[in-house]
């Protein structure tokens, strides 16, 4: 599903220059001042973790996961796709799935009513001109969404590797799922390598590298690796 990227980037604190009669003052000045751009970061940092529905800590630790591999395999990923792909607990991972539908929902509910406004202002500007008729959410802000592919594959795998060169070249978005990573980066990194995976599709989000984390166990798809996947009405089905 679409991700969402309405995430602000956090404001530097002003700097203040002051200019004092003497030494003394200039310290003085300077020592009040900082406490309150101190304060400043803190609201910041507490009004941006509101909006995504989670606790300062959990904001915390989703700028820690992007400061590595994930990161480095995913740049785009919004807090809660982030912590929900390394949630340490089924708990947490259903916690996170929640807050990402409940966030989802109200996104496309807001467009759906600047799409009313917009067809209203078409109306008003040109009533003679009717709209071309396409379906309900067709409009220059609301397109449908690629589908999205999960791949899963294990670490020494020639046909994983083939397949997942397959997908590559046939354009398509999909998240890369080593399923025997051992949580180590440098195995995903070097089986990234040995399938050939462009990095600058790794930068632009269209394809996603990560260690499974017993995703591959959660899902319940029957058969052996490489797994082609994808979410129909909920349900995860085999290609």
Not at 61 to 88: F, H, K, W
Not at 104 to 130: G, S
Not at 219 to 235: C, M, Y
Request: charge should be neutral; include cysteine; proline fraction near 6%.
């Amino acid at each position: 599903m679409s991700r969402l990227r309405f995430l602000p980037s956090l404001m530097m604190p002003m700097c203040f220059v002051v200019h004092a009669l003497d030494s003394a003052s200039h310290v003085s000045i300077e020592t009040r001042s900082k406490p309150l751009s101190d304060a400043v970061i803190t609201d910041q940092k507490k009004r941006l973790a509101e909006q995504w529905g989670l606790e300062e800590e959990e904001l915390e630790r989703y700028r820690t996961l992007m400061q590595g591999p994930l990161g480095t395999y995913s740049p785009n990923l919004d807090p809660l796709s982030a912590l929900g792909i390394e949630a340490r607990t089924e708990a947490e991972r259903h916690r996170y799935a929640l807050l990402q539908v409940d966030a989802e929902a109200a996104r496309v509910e807001k467009l759906l009513v600047y799409q009313r406004a917009y067809d209203q202002a078409w109306k008003e500007r040109h009533p003679k001109l009717e709209l071309v008729s396409l379906p309900p959410l067709s409009s220059p802000l609301l397109t449908k969404p690629t589908e999205r592919k999960a791949v899963f594959v294990r670490y020494d795998c020639p046909e994983c590797v083939a397949k997942v060169r397959q997908l590559q070249g046939s354009g398509g978005m999909f998240d890369l799922y080593i399923v025997d990573s051992q949580h180590d980066d440098r195995r995903i990194r070097q089986w990234a390598q040995n399938a050939g995976i462009a990095p600058d599709k790794v930068r632009s989000g269209i394809i996603t590298i990560n260690h499974d984390n017993g995703r591959w166990g959660s899902i319940a798809v029957q058969g052996d690796l490489p797994a082609v996947v994808h979410r129909v009405n909920g349900t995860w089905i085999r290609q």
